[in-house]
């Protein structure tokens, strides 16, 4: 079993910044693209970063210029940096992965279990 565990999140007054964190374990043999996710109450799950094993990254028109999404690879983590947060970035946050387990050859993906971003004042 693969798990991806968030954390990070929580309350924040807008023009703050938090930084997420997402911890990938288990029968690992490699991870490629890592990536975050949100969905706001009402709305459906939308992109907002993601990162390949090579360090490719893709932004969301919506938060390029104030996140930034890093990894690191020893550690089979992903990071999401939020700067100048806005009150229409809340959501649960949700980590993704693409991992190939060990004895395995295919990828498959792995979700977490998100994390609430409240950026309110």
């Known amino acids: 079993q693969v798990q991806l565990v968030e954390s990070g999140g929580g309350l924040v007054q807008p023009g703050g910044s938090l930084r997420l964190s997402c911890a990938a374990s288990g029968s690992i043999f490699s991870i490629n693209t890592m990536g975050w996710y949100r969905q706001a109450p009402g709305k459906e799950r939308e992109l907002v970063a993601t990162i390949t094993s090579g360090g490719i990254t893709n932004y969301a028109d919506s938060v390029k210029g104030r996140f930034t999404i890093s990894r690191d690879n020893a550690k089979n983590t992903v990071y999401l940096q939020m700067n100048s947060l806005k009150p229409e970035d809340t959501a649960v946050y949700y980590c993704?992965?693409?991992?190939?387990?060990?004895?395995?050859?295919?990828?498959?993906?792995?979700w977490g279990q998100g994390t609430m971003v409240t950026v309110s004042s």
């Open positions: 993704n992965a693409w991992v190939r387990r060990i004895a395995s050859m295919r990828y498959l993906e792995v």
